[in-house]
């Protein structure tokens, strides 16, 4: 039994430590060595390719054009500190004090009690907390700025914010700080394994490990529903569900997922899949996989994404079942896209698509969020510089962009547990979804970002000709059903609302509760979260009026959705086994498309 008491640090072994850091350091001389081969390869790199450095820049001449707002938001900093340290040194006397600043609800860097329990972690909490808020506020008040270059400094002022806090470096993190002691100092060789085994997967650039990769398959444990593949191009598997009712509805569903990312969002697992659900209330249920693309597709355009894709796809159905008719789901670019297509058979007079839902999708994109902070000629510019040299854009660049409207969650959050905490990612569904980037082919995703979040094209009568025709979102007549999440921060729901002001037939708008997949996500057992309908026949123009008419019910918005497409699916027929249809099977669902993978 050792005679070191319980509470004593623990100590090294030297000689092990040795040997594990000479291993460490030779693992580290070889990513720097193929870091920098690679960069030797790519050629000459911009020093600023997100135009970060002239909007700074420009807030600083304006700040500069004003001294005394200047002067005034450093004497409020100064005064604030002052009541900090006042509040700490009562506090070190013994007398009772409360938190001045104290972290937001949810947030949880802060989360652990010694934050609060310490004096010292306490003041590093709350002079952290004082200095980010005055120099996100001090940002914020700056005049004179361009909407675009306000919002660009905004993201990323909150960006450098993010990074600097306390909880992210070992010093100054008392969890850190008591693993270090615990473990005598494994928490930091660990995590140094970890950080090096992300650059070896990311071959130089740096791919955080957000789950256990190895705890989920595609076929095995996620996207699970069965089903066939009956009919595949260059660009989409079209995947057909077995039935799992002895009826179905006469028209048959089809889902355009967005190809930003993998279609098994919806199928992650049984309990809470919405494919599987949706079978289950007795629908022919149809979904296209789109292709990992490589280099082959380069040259591959929204428009070969609207015939290969929804349009390509509805012909196979008609193969497959004998019906022309159906109905449809388009999820976020996916949404995108079915507006298109809705509207370009609105100009031809094609009539096949009887109702239509979108979710978390934007035609609009006048006030897009977030993401708009990535969407200047500059940066366009250098986007697709990057993706002439390779034919498409990298699925690991578009996971970064989308995980920095969050970092906290979901960057610096895996930075802590896996670098400093030396811990394993927890295996989460989820986040295995979320780290199986898909890239994006150079053509369709220039003109996607160009014409559409740039130039915003799409809903201008005319403003965008797709195979052959010129089309306009108003001509399209179909019934529509509008999903938005609340919390969406990749398509904020006023930006999704403004779809109601274009389309000309019914539009029933429903806003959910949570985000971009929680939101979504959401089967009726969870009894999660809540949704808000309001029963006017026509949407009035904004979405604050739209909300104030509007009455809040609790739980998963699927029976709504599912009344409402009920009663536009025809009658009930026998079901369809995809195995016996007009079109022969290529194999069993997911498909082979979903499973090629893009880097670790």
């Not at 709350?126 to 004082?130: A, F, H, K, R, T």
């Given at each position: 039994m050792s005679d070191q008491p319980a509470n004593d640090p623990r100590l090294p072994d030297p000689e092990k430590l040795a040997k594990d850091w000479s291993r460490l350091a030779e693992r580290s001389q070889k990513v720097v060595s193929d870091f920098l081969a690679k960069q030797a390869a790519d050629g000459p790199q911009k020093t600023?390719?997100?135009?970060?450095?002239?909007?700074?820049?420009?807030?600083t001449q304006r700040m500069m054009a004003n001294p005394e707002k200047v002067v005034k938001a450093q004497v409020q900093l100064w005064q604030d500190y002052l009541r900090l340290w006042q509040n700490t040194a009562d506090r070190f006397m013994g007398k009772e004090t409360k938190g001045l600043h104290e972290a937001a609800k949810g947030d949880k860097r802060f989360a652990d009690k010694s934050w609060t329990e310490s004096l010292m972690f306490d003041y590093i909490k709350?002079?952290?907390?004082?200095t980010a808020r005055w120099m996100q506020s001090t940002v914020k008040d700056v005049e004179g700025l361009d909407q675009k270059t306000a919002k660009k400094v905004d993201f990323y002022t909150r960006q450098f914010v993010d990074a600097l806090a306390p909880s992210n470096f070992a010093l100054t993190n008392p969890q850190v700080l008591k693993a270090t002691l615990d473990s005598g100092g494994e928490n930091l060789y660990k995590g140094l394994e970890n950080l090096l085994g992300d650059l070896e997967r990311g071959k130089g650039r740096l791919n955080i490990s957000m789950t256990d990769m190895k705890a989920f398959e595609v076929g095995r444990n996620v996207a699970v529903s069965p089903g066939k593949v009956i009919y595949q191009n260059d660009l989409i598997q079209l995947i057909q569900y077995s039935p799992s009712t002895e009826e179905v509805y006469e028209r048959p569903l089809l889902i355009i997922p967005p190809w930003i990312n993998k279609f098994y969002i919806l199928d992650l697992k049984p309990e809470n899949s919405f494919i599987k659900w949706t079978v289950a209330q007795g629908y022919t249920v149809f979904v296209v996989s789109w292709v990992n693309p490589d280099e082959k597709l380069a040259a591959k355009s929204?428009?070969?994404?609207?015939?290969?894709?929804?349009?390509?796809?509805?012909?196979?159905?008609e193969q497959a079942i004998g019906v022309r008719e159906v109905t449809t789901i388009g999820y976020c670019l996916g949404g995108t896209l079915m507006a298109a297509v809705l509207a370009n058979m609105a100009a031809k007079g094609d009539d096949r698509v009887k109702a239509c839902t979108f979710f978390t999708a934007q035609v609009d994109f006048s006030e897009a969020g977030e993401l708009s902070v990535f969407i200047d000629e500059e940066q366009l510019n250098f986007i697709d510089d990057v993706m002439s040299k390779r034919g498409y854009l990298d699925g690991g660049?578009?996971?970064?962009?989308?995980?920095?409207?969050?970092?906290?969650?979901?960057?610096?959050?895996?930075?802590?547990?896996?670098?400093?905490?030396?811990k394993d990612p927890f295996p989460f569904d989820l986040l295995f979804w979320n780290s199986d980037a898909t890239r994006m082919p150079a053509a369709m995703h220039s003109f996607y970002l160009?014409?559409?979040?740039?130039?915003?094209?799409?809903?201008?009568?005319?403003?965008?000709?797709?195979?052959?025709?010129?089309?306009?979102?108003?001509?399209i007549t179909t019934p529509i059903y509008i999903q938005a999440g609340r919390e969406d921060h990749i398509a904020p729901y006023p930006s999704v609302y403004k779809a109601t002001q274009y389309y000309k037939g019914p539009v029933r708008f429903m806003l959910a509760g949570s985000g971009h997949i929680a939101g979504v996500v959401n089967p009726p057992h969870a009894r999660k979260y809540q949704h808000w309908l309001n029963d006017t026949t026509v949407n009035p123009p904004t979405p604050e009026d739209w909300l104030r008419g509007a009455k809040e019910y609790p739980g998963s918005w699927w029976h709504d959705w599912d009344k409402w497409l009920s009663e536009k699916s025809g009658p009930k027929v026998a079901a369809r086994d995809p195995a016996e249809g007009g079109l022969p099977v290529i194999e069993d669902a997911p498909g082979s498309y979903v499973k090629v993978r893009t880097g670790g």
């Open positions: 600023d390719p997100l135009n970060i450095g002239n909007a700074f820049l420009e807030m709350q002079s952290y907390l004082l929204f428009e070969d994404y609207m015939r290969e894709g929804p349009l390509a796809a509805m012909d196979a159905i660049e578009m996971s970064t962009t989308f995980n920095m409207l969050r970092a906290n969650d979901l960057i610096w959050s895996f930075v802590v547990n896996n670098y400093l905490m030396g160009r014409k559409m979040y740039q130039d915003n094209l799409l809903v201008k009568p005319g403003g965008l000709t797709l195979n052959g025709t010129p089309i306009d979102l108003t001509k």
